[in-house]
């Protein structure tokens, strides 16, 4: 987890941060292998665009595409500097859909930072609540937990997974529903004429 609190966060205090943290990202991974053509290249950044929206604009010239970047959708992120800058690192940016803020991770990482850095404290000063976040991030990284997908959609698929089938009236359950074999064309046509009185 990379933090680096501030007192203000525009655009350029934002993107200076996240440009200089993408470097060394980038410096830390091995060097990527040359593409075999431009045309295979291109087909690997185009590939991550299927299925998009609003697919972005590819610049005509791409490098090795070395590092997908999952970001908000915010309007800051979307900037041409900014894209073309992406680009020109070999950095797909990624961004998630306007109503899925469940699918934006960062959200659940602030909340655990919150929790962690703030509880039963009570700061008084800007610099006070980012030491004690920044002090939350270093002990993070000391011991990362890692996310598991989950939310409500798995909460009901697991749910579903658990139910449990009723056998007859009686109050016992079975995992599985007992297949029970269809009654035949003879059997239903005995049964429609069967005298009941």
């Excluded at 919150?114 to 004690?132: C, E, M, N, S, V």
Aim: glycine residues 8%; charged residues 20%.
């Amino acid at each position: 987890m990379r933090v680096q609190g501030v007192t203000s966060c525009r655009n350029p205090v934002l993107h200076g941060w996240l440009k200089a943290e993408l470097c060394a990202i980038l410096a830390a991974r091995p060097a990527p292998p040359e593409p075999v053509s431009v045309a295979a290249n291109r087909a690997c950044w185009e590939r991550w665009q299927e299925g998009l929206s609003q697919p972005i604009t590819l610049s005509a010239a791409l490098p090795p595409l070395r590092l997908l970047l999952v970001m908000d959708n915010l309007t800051g992120h979307k900037t041409p500097s900014f894209v073309c800058w992406l680009f020109d690192h070999g950095i797909m940016p990624l961004y998630t859909p306007l109503g899925g803020s469940w699918l934006n991770m960062t959200e659940s990482v602030q909340r655990i930072l919150k929790r962690r850095g703030l509880a039963g404290q009570h700061p008084t000063t800007p610099d006070a609540i980012i030491a004690a976040l920044e002090a939350a991030a270093q002990g993070w990284n000391a011991a990362p937990t890692p996310f598991v997908w989950g939310g409500r959609r798995s909460d009901r698929r697991h749910r579903r997974r658990q139910r449990q089938h009723a056998l007859g009236g009686s109050g016992a359950c079975t995992r599985r529903p007992l297949p029970r074999p269809r009654p035949t064309v003879l059997q239903q046509w005995r049964s429609a004429g069967q005298v009941t009185h």
